[in-house]
């Protein structure tokens, strides 16, 4: 009879599901050591631009067919969506962004991307991984080998999304306008997670409100009337409107918006004219805009176009030329579901352990089109989480006064793998878990 009973209970456990903890870490760990540190490698050496997505998408349409998921790609462009059904249940979506930025690669990695490739506008650019979306689309790899292999301490749908162009805030809307949840359903939950330089590796974060400010890219066309630059009464100065619109922009955050309401309208972008003594007919401006709440943005962006107009009347231009004030890439705000976050935090905490969980005040006002699949009107409820990616002994050097962290966006941009993808896919399974798992 006892014989019987320890043969049962070894089945049990050779069967048994992994639920967490040290079981999950260590299943993760066997997955990164076999197949995601090497999938970690060719995504980070083989990035592509926003909406250009081409290989990186077919690979990961073919990862998460390998791992046994149902896969559709072309979805709003470059988009794949995998969906791994198990019974009834909620709908949870993952979603991981997939394109890199127009950056040459400076971190001297073995790996390091020699990509050039052209954009959407036509220009040949080089291509890095600046952002660590590389991270992101390999977790979900691991994200989803780990939920089928646990297919029995879960029941529900899974919906893994992999969005194209992000770094353009683009992506997401495209997704939704190509019909992502009228075709595949609309999620109970929205789940997705950002690897963070000059943060511990292998910790996560999350918090409820706002994680992410608005970004709206404007571009400013300002038209004038050509003359010799010896003679500029008989000609309308473009440069010299362009000049007056960038400085009178700066009044916009310091005169109106309240003290306490944050804002930034950065001129990033200012062309116009060929030669020293000729006045041009045409200056371009490109600015990036952001701010912590709709009610700001909107006064930000019409306050743009106000003074824009304002200055060109001012310096006698006639209405049909007028400056042309156009925005061409936009998201609003990210806000996390603060019920929500809350749930994911204690899951966080009981299944990675309180010294995986850290805690940190929001810096800089970053931008994140998460808020396409969430901001709907559906509202689907999200939790957009911190993944740390720089070794503490990084962190230390830079504490100390040494050599400082990169910041994402840099040439010198680099995270530490195993920890960063290692947490992002157990942190991401968990989360799932605390949402589909039998109970």
Partial sequence: MKNAFIATCLLVLCVAPLNGGQDLA?????DYDESLADLFV???????????????????AEELRAAGVEVTEGVGGTGVVGMLRNGDGPLVMVRADMDGLPIQEDTGLAYSSTVTQVDITGIEQPVMHACGHDVHVTSM?????????????????????????????????????????????????????????????????????LIASSADSVD?????????????????????????????????????????????????????????NIIPDEV??????????????????SGIERIALGVARTAGMPEDLVPTVEVTEGTPPTVNDDAFAARIHDAFVRDLGEEAVYEK????????????????????????????????????????????????????????PEPSVTMGVEAMTVAVLELLGNK
């Fill in 42 to 60: 060719w995504f980070h050496s083989h990035p592509e631009l926003s909406f250009r997505e081409y290989e990186t998408a077919a690979r990961l």
């Fill in 220 to 276: 400013i066309t300002v038209y004038g009337v050509g003359a010799h630059g010896a003679s500029p009464h008989k000609g309308k100065d473009p440069v010299y409107i362009a000049a007056q619109i960038v400085v009178a922009l700066q009044s916009l955050v310091s005169r109106e918006l309240a003290p306490l309401e944050p804002g930034v309208v950065t001129v990033g972008s200012i062309h116009g004219g060929s030669k020293h």
């Fill in 141 to 209: 790899v691991g994200t989803a080998k780990r939920l089928v292999a646990m297919r029995e301490s879960w029941s529900g749908t899974v919906m893994f999304v992999g969005q194209p162009a992000e770094e353009r805030v683009g992506g997401a809307r495209a997704m939704i306008e190509d019909g992502l949840y009228d075709r595949f359903g609309v999620p109970d939950y929205g789940l997705a997670f950002h690897v963070s330089a000059g943060e511990p590796a292998g910790k996560v974060m999350v918090a409820g409100g």
């Fill in 26 to 30: 260590q299943a993760v760990a066997k």
């Fill in 361 to 416: 005040k929001r810096e800089g006002m970053g931008a994140e089109d998460f808020a396409f699949f969430v901001m709907t009107e559906d509202e689907v409820p999200g939790a957009y989480f911190s993944v740390g990616g720089t070794s503490q002994a990084d962190l230390d050097a830079d504490e100390a006064g040494g050599t400082p962290v990169p910041s994402h966006h840099s040439p010198f941009f680099k995270i530490e």
């Fill in 284 to 301: 371009k401006l490109q600015l990036t805009v952001r701010a912590d709440s709709q009610e700001a943005r909107e006064k930000l962006l």
